[in-house]
Nanobody, 121 residues
Framework: QVQLVESGGGSVQSGGSLRLSCAAS????????MGWFRQTPGKEREAVAS???????VHVDSVKGRFTISRDNAKNTVYLQMNSLKPEDTAMYYC???????????????WGQGTQVTVSS
């Protein structure tokens, strides 16, 4: 079955950087919509960024200019580069895939287990 495996989370100080990776198996990341989400306890899951098959990306306003989603087709991996991290970015980050060329509608079909990001002030 499809597997999405996140890595790269950790603990950093405010202003630091992390790069999250999402390695996919049985799913080609450049043939579907791929996204990153985050969630903290007691809050709803938030969409952070997405990339469609055409390479078009969307980032939530709170991370624009700081986070960048990208993919490496040869490695079948999606990344989330996170710079200028803030304490409010602390969350569990999840990678997800949707069986669609575009990302703007519909639910995601596949989810990873998540990787924890903790930003201290």
């Amino acid at each position: 079955q499809v597997q999405l495996v996140e890595s790269g989370g950790g603990s950093v100080q405010s202003g630091g950087s992390l790069r999250l990776s999402c390695a996919a198996s049985r799913l080609t990341v450049n043939s579907v919509c791929m996204g990153w989400f985050r969630q903290t306890p007691g809050k709803e899951r938030e969409a952070v960024a997405s990339i469609d098959v055409y390479g078009s990306t969307v980032h939530v306003d709170s991370v624009k200019g700081r986070f960048t989603i990208s993919r490496d087709n040869a490695k079948n991996t999606v990344y989330l580069q996170m710079n200028s991290l803030k304490p409010e970015d602390t969350a569990m980050y999840y990678c997800a895939g949707k069986l669609d060329f575009r990302c703007y509608a519909g639910s995601y079909n596949f989810w990873g287990q998540g990787t924890q990001v903790t930003v201290s002030s």
